[in-house]
T-cell receptor
Framework: QKEVEQDPGPLSVPEGAIVSLNCTYSNSAFQYFMWYRQYSRKGPELLMYTYSSGNKEDGRFTAQVDKSSKYISLFIRDSQPSDSATYLCASPGGGFKTIFGAGTRLFVKA | DVKVTQSSRYLVKRTGEKVFLECVQDMDHENMFWYRQDPGLGLRLIYFSYDVKMKEKGDIPEGYSVSREKKERFSLILESASTNQTSMYLC?????????????FGPGTRLTVT
């Protein structure tokens, strides 16, 4: 079992829709969770991170962690075509390593 | 502006060739990483380095080696390229302070081995 699992999609939504991207993790010791966004032909970049349980909001993006069910979510409100990218969830894996999910491809249609 | 650069965006090599992929960061980060990214498999760590001349194996080091002679430069070497090493290679760096939330990635090198 992978430590961080993510549905690869693709997920296709119309512009303006609310998008929900999800991950599950297996290691209950994970304390920090991150979402990276990767545009086509680019490297991933950190979108936002959150610590432990609860929500964190940044503009149209909300990251949510449910430690009881080991579930991580990223919500995108009022989705835009510019949000079309691959979204990777991640968690520090000990030392200086990071465990990444496989990524979910999102397409937002104008 | 934070910057990680990789020597090539696209590379085509023949089976058996020795391949060098270079990565340079300008953020004075201690940690540097090499990943490969394949569809459905996500990012897999090949090697990482937490200091000059220091290196540790990641999850898939077989067929690869690395070199870090200077803090800002981390090289990935494919000793004898094989077709199953065709992939996107991503370099990243991060600062040392725990927990190191953020890794900064380069644009990637798409390597094709024929």
């Amino acid at each position: 079992q992978k430590e961080v699992e993510q549905d690869p999609g693709p997920l296709s939504v119309p512009e303006g829709a609310i998008v929900s991207l999800n991950c599950t993790y297996s290691n209950s010791a994970f304390q920090y969770f991150m979402w990276y966004r990767q545009y086509s032909r680019k490297g991933p970049e950190l979108l936002m991170y959150t610590y432990s349980s609860g929500n964190k909001e940044d503009g149209r993006f909300t990251a949510q962690v449910d430690k009881s069910s080991k579930y991580i979510s990223l919500f995108i409100r009022d989705s835009q075509p510019s949000d079309s990218a691959t979204y990777l969830c991640a968690s520090p894996g000990g030392g200086f390593k990071t465990i990444f999910g496989a990524g979910t491809r999102l397409f937002v249609k104008a | 502006d934070v910057k990680v650069t990789q020597s090539s965006r696209y590379l085509v090599k023949r089976t058996g060739e020795k391949v060098f992929l270079e990565c340079v960061q300008d953020m004075d980060h201690e940690n540097m990483f090499w990943y490969r990214q394949d569809p459905g498999l996500g990012l897999r760590l090949i090697y990482f380095s937490y200091d000059v001349k220091m290196k540790e194996k990641g999850d898939i080091p077989e067929g690869y080696s690395v070199s870090r002679e200077k803090k800002e430069r981390f090289s990935l070497i494919l000793e004898s390229a094989s077709t199953n090493q065709t992939s996107m290679y991503l370099c990243a760096s991060s600062p040392t302070q725990e927990p190191s939330y953020e890794q900064y990635f380069g644009p990637g090198t798409r390597l094709t081995v024929t």
